[in-house]
T-cell receptor, first 114, second 111 residues
Framework: ETGVTQTPRHLVMGMTNKKSLKCEQH?????MYWYKQSAKKPLELMFV???????ENNSVPSRFSPECPNSSHLFLHLHTLQPEDSALYLC?????????????FGAGTRLSVL | QKEVEQNSGPLSVPEGAIASLNCTYS??????FFWYRQYSGKSPELIMF????GDKEDGRFTAQLNKASQYVSLLIRDSQPSDSATYLC???????????FGKGTHLIIQP
């Protein structure tokens, strides 16, 4: 148990559905991240939040919408996804952005888009 | 574009031997380097980091950094079957997050 909890663990959705992924960290960290992990590809950073403010969006399509209501919770809202969005979505946290290399990852949500 | 390159493997090593995992990076501005281990179906877990040239040892693990050659390696001594996993190399430099991951090397320790 890393102290970063993600729900759901598995999600199957159609291209017209709207769903949300949830992440919660109990480590007192100030920075939280969303990553996408696809087969045969490096981990891709999607979003960075520091003290609840978004600091980076690596050109992620607008069908992915993050929300960080407080420093312990992070959401990823999904709508009108494409089959190529099927992947493992990982949430991570670090003490702060300066320690971004030392991340704690959640177990991930395995997303399948039909 | 910043890149971190790793041989995807699989790298097969007999139990008890030394496993050597290698990584190169393209950005000379990279300052710190991290090794994450990811078991199949699990999330990445940080096992080592290094930011100075030379070797850094932690138990059975040794990280090596050569900034002139832009080369990072991870040595695992006395390899155990439980070390079988994918090892991700990551480098950090400038930028808001700045952490660039390689694709990972799949390591298999054969009993």
């Amino acid at each position: 148990e890393t102290g970063v909890t993600q729900t759901p663990r598995h999600l199957v959705m159609g291209m017209t559905n709207k769903k949300s992924l949830k992440c919660e960290q109990h480590l007192g960290h100030n920075a939280m991240y969303w990553y996408k992990q696809s087969a045969k590809k490096p981990l891709e950073l999607m979003f960075v939040y520091s003290l609840e403010e978004r600091v980076e969006n690596n050109s992620v399509p607008s069908r992915f919408s993050p929300e960080c209501p407080n420093s312990s919770h992070l959401f990823l809202h999904l709508h009108t996804l494409q089959p190529e969005d099927s992947a493992l979505y990982l949430c991570a946290s670090s003490q702060d952005r300066r320690l971004a290399g030392s991340k704690y990852f959640g177990a991930g949500t395995r997303l399948s888009v039909l | 574009q910043k890149e971190v390159e790793q041989n995807s493997g699989p790298l097969s090593v007999p139990e008890g031997a030394i496993a050597s995992l290698n990584c190169t990076y393209s950005d000379r501005g990279s300052q710190s380097f991290f090794w994450y281990r990811q078991y199949s179906g699990k999330s990445p877990e940080l096992i080592m980091f290094i930011y100075s040239n030379g070797d850094k040892e932690d138990g059975r693990f040794t990280a090596q950094l050569n900034k002139a050659s832009q080369y990072v390696s991870l040595l695992i001594r006395d390899s155990q079957p439980s070390d079988s996993a994918t090892y991700l190399c990551a480098a950090i430099g400038g930028g808001a997050d700045g952490l660039t991951f390689g694709k990972g090397t799949h390591l298999i320790i054969q009993p």
